[in-house]
């Protein structure tokens, strides 16, 4: 053969590849056939947007961990719950959806479902799941649920929810982000469809997008394939080798940020500038005997309730902070905070929390210094107010 040739066929991977504690990263669009008859078979990978073995072998970690019959990646966790709704909706249905639920779902439910003719209703996540359910009209076809609620982090009885629901032949689903699918399994409790932005816990180091639904049951699992396939999603191989090594070391991570995030939440309590501290998981809470039922543990993420100020001392509050980023995300190793009350003006059903609202992300920092911290800021505050 002309060295052109040999060129192009020199490379090729060896046979058997050698055993790695990983699998191996598949960088691919074309995959090669093993002959004619399957270039158009549906049992074999026929294109690397489908997903290899890199891809494959994260949804196989997530669908042991959530007990799930197939698990679908997306490219971020926003993609993830886009493309689950796109997966069961359709023009005509009705989809109801938690008051509390993250902004840019809100938006796309605002912005996109409604432009497509499905019917978009929120709802308080305190009504009675009988009440919820029972008030749901003959069109609707998804209960949308995220428990605890972005941002102030309201409690519902998910599973209670989706046994009414199943009765109506009502499909219902959840953003189980906070709970990472370890600390919270919406499946086990009857839920159709658990979704996460793996972007936050699962990744855990600020550095990767990704996001996942897994499905109930094999129908539901074929329909979200089908979602990604007609719109053309895919996520890289080196990302998902990225989420599976952070898959790893969810469980350990998931414990010492907790245990942090649970240290910080009581000292907050007890300070005389903090009206209140919602944490699901802290004694006393509204949502703590839901917690305590359903969940193993507690996730790092909470909103703390300033004493009445304006806006300049919250954001002083906020300013004065050094080892808390200013930052949307979390999840990761660090600790981040962000201001919440203007993300509240949108929601149907506002509540008076008892002051300017706050959401902070424990890392992996000693609690000792984040406290040393929140309690500088906390100064700057109590002089800001005045």
Same mark, same amino acid.
């Given at each position: 053969?002309?060295?052109?040739?040999?060129?192009?066929?020199?490379?090729?991977?060896?046979?058997?590849?050698?055993?790695?504690?990983?699998?191996?990263?598949?960088?691919?669009?074309?995959?090669?056939?093993?002959?004619?008859?399957?270039?158009?078979?549906?049992?074999?990978?026929?294109?690397?947007?489908?997903?290899?073995?890199?891809?494959?072998?994260?949804? #196989?970690? !997530?669908?042991?961990?959530?007990?799930?019959?197939?698990?679908?990646?997306?490219?971020?966790?926003?993609?993830?719950?886009?493309?689950?709704?796109?997966?069961?909706?359709?023009?005509?249905?009705?989809?109801?959806?938690? #008051?509390?639920?993250?902004?840019?779902?809100?938006?796309?439910?605002?912005?996109?479902?409604?432009?497509?003719?499905?019917?978009?209703?929120?709802?308080?996540?305190?009504?009675?799941?009988?009440?919820?359910?029972?008030? =749901?009209?003959?069109?609707?076809?998804?209960?949308?649920?995220?428990?605890?609620?972005?941002?102030?982090?309201?409690?519902?009885?998910?599973?209670?929810?989706?046994?009414?629901?199943?009765?109506?032949?009502?499909?219902?689903? +959840?953003?189980?982000?906070?709970?990472?699918?370890?600390?919270?399994?919406?499946?086990?409790?009857?839920?159709?469809?658990?979704?996460?932005?793996?972007?936050?816990?699962?990744?855990?180091?600020?550095?990767?997008?990704?996001?996942?639904?897994?499905?109930? #049951?094999?129908?539901?699992?074929?329909?979200?394939?089908?979602?990604?396939?007609?719109?053309?999603?895919?996520?890289?191989?080196?990302?998902?080798?990225?989420?599976?090594?952070?898959?790893?070391? !969810?469980?350990?991570?998931?414990?010492?940020?907790?245990?942090?995030?649970?240290?910080?939440?009581?000292?907050?309590?007890?300070?005389?500038?903090?009206?209140?501290?919602?944490?699901?998981?802290?004694?006393?809470?509204?949502?703590?005997?839901?917690?305590?039922?359903?969940? +193993?543990?507690?996730?790092?993420?909470?909103?703390?309730?300033?004493?009445?100020?304006?806006?300049?001392?919250?954001?002083?509050?906020?300013?004065?902070?050094? !080892?808390?980023?200013?930052?949307?995300?979390?999840?990761?190793?660090?600790?981040?905070?962000?201001?919440? #009350?203007?993300?509240?003006? =949108?929601?149907?059903?506002?509540?008076?929390?008892?002051?300017?609202?706050?959401?902070?992300?424990?890392?992996?920092?000693?609690? =000792?210094?984040?406290?040393?911290?929140?309690?500088?800021?906390?100064?700057?505050?109590?002089?800001?107010?005045?």
């Amino acid at each position: 053969m002309d060295d052109k040739t040999r060129l192009i066929r020199a490379g090729a991977a060896p046979e058997p590849l050698a055993r790695t504690v990983g699998p191996p990263i598949q960088r691919g669009s074309t995959v090669l056939m093993p002959y004619a008859g399957s270039l158009y078979s549906h049992a074999l990978p026929t294109y690397g947007r489908q997903g290899l073995a890199t891809q494959a072998a994260l949804q #196989d970690a !997530l669908a042991t961990m959530e007990h799930a019959h197939g698990v679908t990646l997306y490219p971020s966790g926003l993609a993830a719950l886009t493309g689950a709704l796109l997966a069961v909706l359709q023009a005509g249905d009705e989809i109801l959806v938690a #008051d509390t639920i993250y902004a840019p779902t809100r938006r796309f439910c605002d912005h996109v479902l409604k432009r497509y003719g499905v019917g978009v209703e929120y709802f308080d996540p305190a009504a009675p799941p009988e009440q919820l359910v029972g008030e =749901a009209s003959a069109a609707t076809r998804l209960i949308l649920m995220e428990s605890p609620g972005s941002l102030s982090m309201e409690m519902q009885d998910v599973g209670r929810v989706a046994e009414l629901a199943r009765a109506r032949r009502i499909l219902t689903a +959840c953003d189980n982000t906070w709970g990472a699918g370890y600390l919270y399994r919406p499946l086990e409790h009857g839920v159709d469809l658990s979704i996460q932005a793996l972007t936050k816990y699962v990744g855990g180091h600020s550095d990767v997008f990704m996001g996942s639904a897994a499905g109930r #049951d094999a129908a539901l699992g074929r329909k979200l394939n089908d979602g990604v396939l007609h719109m053309g999603w895919a996520v890289s191989p080196d990302d998902a080798y990225m989420m599976l090594r952070g898959l790893r070391t !969810l469980p350990a991570r998931l414990a010492q940020q907790g245990a942090n995030g649970l240290a910080v939440a009581a000292w907050l309590k007890s300070q005389p500038e903090i009206a209140a501290v919602y944490h699901p998981a802290l004694p006393g809470d509204l949502g703590y005997d839901l917690w305590k039922r359903d969940f +193993c543990g507690a996730a790092s993420l909470f909103s703390i309730a300033l004493k009445p100020g304006p806006e300049p001392a919250v954001d002083a509050f906020l300013d004065a902070l050094e !080892l808390f980023g200013l930052g949307f995300s979390w999840g990761g190793f660090e600790s981040l905070a962000i201001s919440v #009350d203007p993300q509240l003006k =949108a929601r149907r059903f506002p509540k008076d929390y008892g002051g300017p609202l706050v959401r902070l992300h424990v890392g992996l920092e000693e609690p =000792a210094d984040l406290i040393a911290d929140l309690r500088s800021a906390l100064d700057v505050y109590a002089d800001a107010v005045g």
